[in-house]
């Protein structure tokens, strides 16, 4: 979230790996359970997309859980003038469902 949320680095796209379940909740479609302030987070600055899910039998030691492979393309497509503001209205809006 650091490079996906910072203005200091413009990054083209962002491609990295996480926990199964997190990459859901970045990808997620509106009006879904796993829609939240981090898909929001995501959205106002690109398309995310889950690539590749990654089964747990291809780690050792294999942990309880299957990982993802997430792109970002960052389009920047809102002006983000007000960022920590518009960051603050988001977390506030989900933290009452």
Same mark, same amino acid.
């Given at each position: 979230?650091?490079?996906?949320?910072? %203005? =200091?680095? &413009?990054?083209?796209? !962002?491609?990295?790996?996480? %926990?199964?379940? =997190?990459?859901?909740?970045?990808?997620?479609?509106?009006?879904?359970?796993?829609?939240?302030?981090?898909?929001?987070? +995501? &959205?106002?600055?690109?398309?995310? *997309?889950?690539?590749?899910? =990654?089964? &747990?039998?291809?780690?050792?030691? +294999?942990?309880?859980?299957?990982?993802? +492979? +997430?792109?970002?393309?960052?389009?920047?497509?809102?002006? !983000? *003038?007000?960022?920590?503001?518009?960051?603050? !209205?988001?977390? *506030?809006?989900?933290?009452?469902?």
């Amino acid at each position: 979230m650091r490079f996906v949320e910072s %203005q =200091v680095y &413009k990054v083209e796209s !962002l491609t990295f790996m996480v %926990q199964k379940e =997190v990459a859901k909740r970045l990808c997620a479609k509106e009006n879904t359970s796993d829609y939240g302030a981090i898909t929001l987070a +995501v &959205k106002l600055r690109g398309n995310a *997309s889950i690539k590749r899910i =990654v089964d &747990k039998k291809v780690f050792y030691p +294999v942990p309880k859980v299957d990982s993802a +492979v +997430v792109h970002i393309d960052m389009t920047y497509p809102y002006d !983000l *003038s007000h960022n920590k503001t518009i960051l603050r !209205l988001i977390k *506030s809006g989900f933290s009452m469902r």
